[in-house]
C-alpha cells in the first residue's frame, strides 16, 4: 500500500505562511474529498487539524487551512508561530476501503 | 469527552503475537457514527494505517498486514483489540488507537500511543 507523498520537511519564519503538500492518485486524494491533516508534537497524540479537505474542527486556529487540486492536498499554516513547529501528516480514504496516510512533514519555525 | 488509552506488553519476541487492547472512556463503542482503528508509527517513519473495526464487529484491514492481522471489540468493556501474529524487527513501532468517523475517515481523538519494541 503506497503512501501519500509528503516533503520531508518545510521550514518558515515567525509570521510567514507555509504550505505542504500530499500528492496522491485519483484512487485516494483526486477521487474523494476524504483528506484529513493531522498534527503530531514529539511524544503526544496526533491532533486532528483539518477533516474532509478543509474542514476546521472547533477549537483549531483559523491559521491552518486545507485545500485539494486534483490528486494533490494542500495545508496552508498562515501566521507561523514556534508553537507550529511539528510533524504534520495527511490521511486520505482510498478506493478498496482502506486509509493511507503520507510520509509526514517536519514544520521547523526559523 | 471521549478519551483513549492503550495497554499491553512493550516488547514481544521475534516470531509471536503482539497483542494490545485499547480503552474507550467518555463515550460508549457502540456509537452508530464511529468505527475504532489502529495506527502505527515505525522509528523515523510516517503514520501507517493498520485497520479498523466497527462495534458490530465488521473489519477493514491493511492488505499489507491482513494475513497476520486480527481485531476484535468487547463492548460490554467498551474496548477494542488488535492481535498481529508472527511479527518481526520491522513491527516495531508506537502503536497509537483512534476513534474514526464513519464515512468521512477522519480520526480524533487518538490515544497516547504505546512502545511496542520486538526483540529477542
Known amino acids: 500500500q503506497s503512501a501519500l507523498t509528503q516533503p520531508a520537511s518545510v521550514s518558515g519564519s515567525p509570521g510567514q505562511s507555509i504550505t505542504i503538500s500530499c500528492t496522491g492518485t485519483?484512487?485516494?486524494?483526486?477521487?474523494?474529498?476524504?483528506v484529513s491533516w493531522y498534527q503530531h508534537h514529539p511524544d503526544k497524540a496526533p491532533k486532528l487539524i483539518i477533516s474532509?479537505?478543509?474542514n476546521r474542527p472547533s477549537g483549531v486556529s483559523n491559521r491552518f487551512s486545507g485545500s485539494k487540486s486534483g490528486n494533490t492536498a494542500s495545508l496552508t499554516i498562515s501566521g507561523l508561530q514556534a508553537e507550529d513547529e511539528a510533524d504534520y501528516h495527511c490521511?486520505?480514504?482510498?478506493?478498496?476501503?482502506?486509509?493511507?496516510f503520507g510520509g509526514g512533514t517536519k514544520v521547523t519555525v526559523l | 469527552q471521549v478519551q483513549l488509552q492503550e495497554s499491553g506488553p512493550g516488547w514481544v519476541e521475534p516470531s509471536q503475537t503482539l497483542s494490545l487492547t485499547c480503552t474507550v472512556s467518555g463515550g460508549s463503542i457502540t456509537s452508530g457514527d464511529y468505527f475504532w482503528s489502529w495506527i502505527r508509527q515505525s522509528p523515523g517513519k510516517g503514520l501507517e494505517w493498520i485497520g479498523f473495526?466497527?462495534?458490530?464487529?465488521?473489519?477493514y484491514y491493511n492488505p499489507s498486514l491482513k494475513s497476520r492481522l486480527t481485531m476484535s471489540v468487547d463492548t460490554s468493556k467498551n474496548q477494542f483489540s488488535l492481535k498481529l501474529s508472527s511479527v518481526t524487527a520491522t513491527d516495531t513501532a508506537v502503536y497509537y488507537c483512534?476513534?474514526?468517523?464513519?464515512?468521512?475517515?477522519?480520526?480524533?481523538?487518538w490515544g497516547p500511543g504505546t512502545l511496542v519494541t520486538v526483540s529477542s
Open positions: 485519483s484512487s485516494d486524494v483526486g477521487g474523494y474529498n476524504y
Open positions: 483512534a476513534r474514526g468517523y464513519d464515512l468521512l475517515y477522519w480520526f480524533d481523538p
Open positions: 473495526i466497527y462495534h458490530s464487529g465488521s473489519t
Open positions: 490521511s486520505s480514504y482510498r478506493s478498496d476501503s482502506t486509509v493511507v
Open positions: 474532509n479537505v478543509s
